[in-house]
Nanobody
Framework: VQLVESGGGLVQAGGSLRLSCTAS????????MGWYRQAPEKQRELVAT???????NYADSVKDRFTISRDNAKHSVFLQMNSLKFEDTAVYHC???????????????WGQGTQVTVSS
């Protein structure tokens, strides 16, 4: 089982990026999925989460700018980031609660991360 992120990059302030993350391998089901970020010399922080039924939760700093969504059939989660600010610069990590076909439960499973850099 692994989580693979994509979509990071360099963008000017005010621009947009879309991050994607897919759980692959022997994945039977995925419960809560989310995005977290870690800026240099700062702790990892919540960006947004989404439940299997679509219920969402956002950090105050990204509300009205970021939108999280998911595709349950593809075990994927997305983060549409608009009106990006310099302070959004960070490594963005995907997180998910995964169950594989053997019944093994992987709570709090992390991807390797994708770099998002916003130039001011």
């Amino acid at each position: 089982v692994q989580l693979v992120e994509s979509g990071g990059g360099l963008v000017q302030a005010g621009g947009s990026l879309r991050l994607s993350c897919t759980a692959s391998g022997s994945v039977f089901g995925v419960n809560v999925m989310g995005w977290y970020r870690q800026a240099p010399e700062k702790q990892r922080e919540l960006v947004a989460t989404i439940g299997r039924s679509g219920e969402t939760n956002y950090a105050d700093s990204v509300k009205d700018r970021f939108t999280i969504s998911r595709d349950n059939a593809k075990h994927s989660v997305f983060l549409q980031m608009n009106s990006l600010k310099f302070e959004d610069t960070a490594v963005y990590h995907c997180n998910a609660d995964i169950t594989d076909y053997s019944g093994t439960y992987y709570p709090d499973f992390w991807g390797q991360g994708t770099q998002v850099t916003v130039s001011s």
